[in-house]
């Protein structure tokens, strides 16, 4: 069964930082991200970073420069730096995580619970 556990959330000043971790179990994972969903009625879920089994990395526009995503293979670990947050960066942020399907044409996807991230000005 898969898991996915985020960790690492909380309240921080603008210009802050936070480290947030997802802890992954169950499965080989390919590609797995972070995404986020802010607290304004209508918002959609946002892709914030991807990265794949191989380490290519994908950013959003908003967070280029001031997010680093990274993945620990061994120990199925997922990570997201964030350094220089804003208020606007105030969202609930979710661990993804794909599993190839047996036929390898399409994958399964997956989501933690998500944690959230207070950005006070």
């Known amino acids: 069964q898969v898991q996915l556990v985020e960790s690492g959330g909380g309240l921080v000043q603008a210009g802050g930082s936070l480290r947030l971790s997802c802890a992954a179990s169950g499965s080989i994972f390919s590609t797995m991200g972070w995404y986020r969903q802010a607290p304004a009625p209508g918002k959609q879920r946002e892709m914030v970073?991807?990265?794949?089994?191989?380490?290519?990395?994908n950013y959003a526009d908003s967070v280029k420069g001031r997010f680093t995503i990274s993945r620990d293979n061994a120990k199925n670990t997922l990570y997201l730096q964030m350094n220089s947050l804003k208020p606007e960066d105030t969202a609930v942020y979710y661990c993804?995580?794909?599993?190839?399907?047996?036929?390898?044409?399409?994958?399964?996807?997956?989501w933690g619970q998500g944690t959230q991230v207070t950005v006070s000005s």
């Open positions: 993804n995580a794909k599993v190839p399907a047996p036929n390898l044409l399409s994958y399964y996807n997956y």
């Open positions: 970073a991807v990265i794949t089994s191989g380490g290519s990395t």
